[in-house]
């Protein structure tokens, strides 16, 4: 464009120019001589115009060669800025084998951000006039709203956490089932298994439970005893099948104390006792849920037996509701239990 422009002002001057020296000096002649050799005399206006077109020759030439070098160092900036979309891309989608090359150094500096980074969208970006980023943010906004996509291209590890969140929606959305997860748990995420498993153990029979039971979580064995003798969806567990159940799943103090809250409700005081005796005789951590299910029935005597023959500084809640019952002050045990949730 420019070229175009310089070559026709070129031209209008080596016009003019040679206009003015044809008229002012018509009869001018003049002879060159280079090494030795004479050449023919030529009129004045002619060789200055063939000086102008020299120069003019010379002049587009060294344009076009930064034209042509400043072409190339587009290019590049133009292929780094595609690169430099890959990798955003990959930021956002928290790929971690990344490995982008530049060859611009202004580009590289950012790849040594970019590429060690991970980006999160905090609110809607719109379109940004770049299909694959565009699409890659949609990608994003869809698993956000719960949507599940394809996410093979990108490929990406099974831990990353579009990935199981991406499962998770296709659970969700009923595109895979209970028993497909439970049945594969290898192919899905440890949280997934286990939100799989909770809302399987709402319902289903103690034969599909037990199947499964490698795979018992904390969150699962609460469902689980939850419908022990309940009014709805009920399930007949003996105790060893239940004591079996527990040792399978890490629980702390807390947890079976509220277990014991839970199966409350529904499950028999002798059958309850029985369990958390049982318990108690085979790890110490469930000493405590037995002590409130004693107190909780009303077993004082046998409560108070376990507290004299323990440590002083052991039991200390239970120690000062037994103190209270013995000077006949009736609480609810549940007041004395920090850890009770039920």
Do not use: W
């Amino acid at each position: 464009m420019y070229i175009k422009r310089y070559t026709i002002a070129a031209i209008i001057l080596m016009a003019l120019v040679g206009s003015y020296f044809y008229i002012s000096f018509p009869d001018d002649n003049l002879s060159i001589s280079v090494l030795g050799i004479n050449f023919t005399a030529l009129p004045l206006a002619l060789l200055i115009v063939l000086s102008m077109l020299l120069l003019y020759l010379a002049s587009v030439g060294h344009m076009l060669y930064y034209s042509i070098i400043g072409s190339f160092k587009m290019r590049k900036y133009r292929k780094d800025s595609e690169i430099f979309v890959d990798s955003i891309c990959d930021a956002l989608v928290g790929k971690l084998e990344r490995s982008h090359h530049y060859k611009t150094d202004r580009y590289a500096l950012f790849a040594k951000v970019i590429d060690n980074a991970r980006l999160e969208m905090i609110g809607e970006i719109g379109t940004t006039g770049d299909e694959k980023l565009d699409k890659t943010i949609e990608l994003l906004s869809k698993i956000k709203n719960g949507e599940h996509v394809d996410l093979k291209k990108y490929r990406l590890q099974p831990k990353n956490s579009l990935v199981q969140q991406n499962q998770i929606n296709a659970y969700q959305n009923s595109e895979i089932s209970e028993e497909q997860i439970l049945n594969n748990p290898d192919k899905y995420s440890e949280k997934l298994v286990t939100l799989a498993f909770s809302n399987y153990a709402k319902t289903a029979p103690l034969n599909l439970i037990e199947k499964y039971k490698a795979l018992l979580k904390k969150e699962v064995l609460f469902n689980i005893v939850a419908r022990v003798n309940a009014d709805e969806n009920i399930l007949i567990v003996s105790t060893d099948s239940l004591i079996s159940m527990f040792s399978g799943v890490e629980l702390n103090e807390a947890d079976l104390i509220n277990i014991s809250a839970s199966l409350s409700n529904h499950m028999l005081p002798d059958e309850r006792i029985k369990l958390f005796q049982k318990l108690s005789e085979s790890s110490d951590i469930a000493t405590p849920a037995y002590l409130y299910t004693l107190f909780d029935l009303e077993m004082l005597a046998p409560a108070k037996d376990i507290l004299e023959n323990s440590q002083p500084d052991e039991f200390i809640h239970f120690k000062a509701y037994q103190a209270l019952r013995d000077c006949n002050q009736n609480f609810s045990i549940d007041l004395f239990i920090p850890h009770k949730v039920y």
